[in-house]
């Protein structure tokens, strides 16, 4: 005598926990690219920091050298100047600043910028006998892009610069250079202090 198997073997998911198992990876596939967009954001910070770092470097030594600072011919107090090819083209010793830096040595090596053009980031962008230093966040405007530097051009001698107003507007002793760079959002201010870079100690 046969005996019949009278349950039914079930085969595959039910829609509801199709559903459940897709939901369950969205979120997780959600989490991860959080977690990937936090780790790009430490890492465009990092090499911020030591594109800040290196340049403060640069000016110190290039002072050492000349006894002046970069651009110091146009200034009689404290200014702020960008890392365009005015400042570049004399930290890196290219033709275009030999008046100033007649020795034409370069103060500064780093990283080429990716990207072309009005597009480049992340390093020094070259065009002949231009340069240009930009930070690694691609913001919008080029002008964003680069860093920024208050020198100390009265050449006081405890090395008082102060900040910025829109950054604090507190003074700080003891080097030649404050250097800065606004970050993604393109905005500097106590509110904004997360993912701007400065090379001095900066509260956030």
């Not at 005598?1 to 997780?28: A, C, D």
């Not at 030999?98 to 990283?111: A, G, L, P, R, T």
Request: charged residues 25%.
């Amino acid at each position: 005598m046969k005996i019949h198997n009278t349950h039914t073997h079930r085969q595959g998911f039910t829609l509801m926990e199709l559903l459940i198992v897709i939901s369950i990876i969205v979120v997780l596939v959600a989490l991860g690219g959080m977690g990937a967009v936090k780790i790009m954001d430490k890492a465009k910070r990092v090499s911020a920091q030591t594109a800040a770092t290196q340049l403060l470097t640069a000016s110190t030594d290039y002072f050492e050298e000349y006894s002046t600072l970069p651009l110091g011919q146009n200034y009689q107090s404290d200014a702020e100047v960008r890392t365009d090819n005015d400042l570049m083209e004399l930290i890196l010793g290219l033709e275009g600043g030999s008046d100033e830096n007649f020795k034409k040595i370069s103060f500064f090596n780093y990283q080429n910028a990716k990207g072309r053009e009005k597009n480049a980031y992340d390093g020094i962008y070259r065009t002949n006998n231009r340069a240009l230093l930009l930070g690694p966040w691609t913001n919008p405007e080029q002008d964003d892009r680069f860093y920024r530097v208050v020198y100390n051009y009265d050449y006081d001698n405890d090395r008082k610069i102060r900040e910025p107003q829109a950054i604090g507007g507190q003074d700080v002793f003891g080097n030649h250079a404050l250097i800065y760079h606004v970050g993604k959002d393109s905005r500097v201010g106590p509110k904004h202090n997360r993912d701007n870079v400065y090379s001095w100690n900066k509260s956030e």
